[in-house]
């Protein structure tokens, strides 16, 4: 599978969001990963539904939407309705996964699971072949421009094995300290769709930046 690149928009100059938008309409970058932060699940707060139909308006690639929230459920039909096009959840916040996960599939999104830097993979294994895509944190949730965990290379190999043995579809995605240093080594190992937010959008040049991280390898 082809590297994927989703710029993450929590790193973009929120004043002028509407370029940052259209300098990723025009790079190489697959999706627009956006950081749904509710202060309760993680300890920051970032953007909400009101911001997130804005980027849709004037976005030309499909709307990842991170919800770092309590209760997500509330919110998924809001956020298809606001333009999301992959909705991923947190294992953490989600005491009826499959559930959540039928919901998000109903509503005509892709369904993503995201599992924090303690989480084990093996939590996934009886949901693995319902979901489009796993996001593995490999910073805490909550903030841009932290240090990469580097246990996430063997959760990477260990979720790969998981899915080649299940037979599940899903992608694997890293969210996090992702830069040039890590990124060939994460698809490498198995990652089909690498976010990045202060790696991309602190570089001179973003799209060139998105460009180089895509075809790394
Ligand atoms: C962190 C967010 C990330 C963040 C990544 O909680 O989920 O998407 O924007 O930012 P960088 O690439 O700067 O670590
Ligand atoms: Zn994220």
Known sequence: MNPLIAPSILAADFANLQAEVE????????????????????????????????????????????????EPDKYLAPCQKAGASQLTVHIEACPHLHRTVQAIKELGCKAGVALNPHTPVKFLEDIIREVDVVLLMSVNPGFGGQKFIDNTYKKVNALTRLIVETGSHARIEIDGGVSMDNAGKLFSAGANILVAGHFVFSSKSPAETIKKLKNIV
Do not use: C, Q, T, W
């Open 23 to 70: 300098m990723i309409n025009g790079s190489e970058a697959d999706y627009i990963h956006v950081d749904i932060m509710d202060g309760v699940f993680v300890p920051n707060i970032s953007l909400g539904l009101p911001v997130l139909e804005a980027i849709h308006r004037h976005a030309k690639k499909p709307l990842d939407v991170h919800l770092m929230i309590v």
